[in-house]
């Protein structure tokens, strides 16, 4: 059910690759919620997914950009501006990689130019994004900018590597410059913690099969979809959320606030009991 609480905005999404992607399912939300829109990846991305099928669905352009580069970015935002007629209302930034990860090396055996990279394309591309449109003055007063993190920003989980880095920074972006746009401008900057989600980037994730079930016996909601995520996103894009800035949002079914659950309990002692 729509409830045109995007009418009459314009945004741009970052990092949609395919249906799995949580911003593939953003965009297909924001355009069923009134918003025209701005789709963008890398040209090598472009290439391996679907966003041309999900331009048609949305009737949104399609402008290759490297988030990593200031050039492209600015790029992206003038074209966006040019296209629209005007500053854009939303930006989401749903982009992260890392190297080491899809290598396989620990954390305690990094890669540091790897690392850099993991650095650069997970949370740098972020403060890249702002800064740019901060400069170009792109985004109208009282927009909203989301970036998706995870709880390993606050919690190590085994196998997720220099992305809990990567995503500790991301969210301190957001507060520094929530704080500067905020006070400037009356644009708010938040981070969602969202559940563990099959995405192509989470996939490359090891072991993500085994904490997806740990996830969704611990939450007392379940584990969040990427459509569900979805969903919160355009409320964060909406007037419905003009006094929420500076913010991580646990968008996990109640995970983050969880010690042990029954079920979690059960199959902990059942596998307890398996081994004696």
């Not at 990689?97 to 997970?122: C, E, Q, W």
Request: charged share 25%.
């Amino acid at each position: 059910m729509a409830y045109n609480l995007l009418k009459g905005k314009k945004g741009i999404i970052f990092g949609a690759l395919n249906e799995q992607s949580i911003a593939w399912q953003t965009a297909l939300k924001a355009h069923e919620e009134g918003a025209q829109l701005v789709l963008t990846n890398t040209a090598v991305a472009m290439r391996l997914g679907t966003i041309a099928e999900l331009g048609k669905i949305c009737n949104a352009e399609i402008i290759p950009a490297d988030a990593t580069s200031s050039e492209d970015i600015e790029n992206l935002l003038k074209k966006s501006m040019e296209i629209f007629g005007g500053k854009v209302d939303f930006v989401l930034h749903s982009i992260g990689m890392s190297p080491n990860v899809r290598k396989g090396l620990p954390y305690d055996a990094l890669n540091y130019d790897y690392f850099h990279k993991t650095l650069d394309i997970s949370a740098l591309s972020f403060h890249k994004i702002l800064l740019s449109a901060r400069k170009l003055d792109a985004i109208k007063e009282w927009g909203s900018v989301v970036a998706l993190s995870y709880v390993a920003a606050q919690r190590t989980l085994d196998k997720y590597n220099d992305m809990g880095d990567a995503k500790a920074l991301l969210e301190s972006i957001a507060r520094s410059f929530g704080y500067i746009y905020g006070k400037d401008k009356k644009i708010r900057v938040n981070t969602i913690s969202q559940s563990p989600t099959m995405t192509t980037a989470g996939a490359g994730v090891k072991g993500i099969d085994s904490l997806i079930d740990f996830t969704e016996r611990m939450s007392p909601l379940g584990n969040a979809s990427a459509e569900d995520c979805a969903n919160y996103i355009v409320t964060l894009f909406s007037d419905l959320t003009k006094k929420v800035t500076m913010q991580n949002l646990y968008h996990d079914g109640g995970f983050s606030s969880m010690g042990m659950s029954e079920r979690a309990m059960r199959q902990y002692d059942k596998s307890f009991n398996d081994c004696d």
